[in-house]
């Protein structure tokens, strides 16, 4: 089962416009990741973030991190075209018998010029 | 450096057959994992390995299985293929045995279509 869910499904935005997306997990994290995809292609790395840190920027992305809530907002500010993409929020989990990341559904983010 | 590399990248097999993907992670690397991406189940662990052992093993049946090398290189194994195991197969590779510690890095991926 997924352990993240996201929020919303889809998004539809103009060029130059903020877009934000919303991760939301059910069971204690280590650290929380957002990824994204192109087209069904490999997952690219965007920003980490630790149980222990609040806020992080890289860019033109921020990242929240609330951990009473269980929750997490990614934030790309001044959007482009290029920025059309799937985006992943991934929970990374210190489990016995080693580490894992388990993927929210994802947000399939459409940025229109 | 170069990245994560999957071979092949497409692949078309039958029901029955079963079939053998390749992931070599980056140089220095030590952690490989592979997920499975589908359409209704969308991204789920299948296992990690570091040091030639499975740290952890996803919700998945025995068909699956991989292995890992010396060299960190890592194979993945579906056997007795079913419809169902169409998928785009993503390996990852990371610094350090606690994978979820750090950021890890994708392959491009395996599309597996089974007829």
Not at chain 1, 11 to 36: D, F, H, P, V
Not at chain 2, 57 to 69: E, I, M
């Amino acid at each position: 089962s997924q352990q993240g869910e996201e929020d919303p499904q889809a998004l539809s935005i103009q060029e130059g416009e903020n877009a934000t997306m919303n991760c939301s997990y059910k069971t204690s994290i280590n650290n929380l990741q957002w990824y994204r995809q192109n087209s069904g292609r490999g997952l690219v790395h965007l920003i980490l973030i630790r149980s222990n840190e609040r806020e992080k920027h890289s860019g033109r992305l921020r990242v929240t991190l609330d951990t009473s809530k269980k929750s997490s907002s990614l934030l790309i500010t001044a959007s482009r075209a290029a920025d059309t993409a799937s985006y992943f929020c991934a929970t990374g989990l210190l489990e016995t018998s080693g580490s894992r990341l388990t993927f929210g559904e994802g947000t399939q983010l459409t940025v229109n010029p | 450096k170069a990245g994560v590399t999957q071979t092949p990248r497409y692949l078309i097999k039958t029901r029955g057959q079963q079939v053998t993907l390749s992931c070599s992670p980056i140089s220095g690397h030590r952690s490989v994992s592979w997920y499975q991406q589908t359409p209704g189940q969308g991204l789920q662990f299948l296992f990690e390995y570091f040091s030639e052992t499975q740290r952890n093993k996803g919700n998945f049946p025995g068909r699956f299985s991989g292995r890992q090398f010396s060299n960190s290189r890592s194979e993945m194994n579906v056997s007795t293929l079913e419809l169902g195991d169409s998928a785009l197969y993503l390996c990852a590779s990371s610094l350090e045995a606690s994978g979820s510690y750090n950021e890890q890095f994708f392959g491009p991926g395996t599309r597996l279509t089974v007829l």
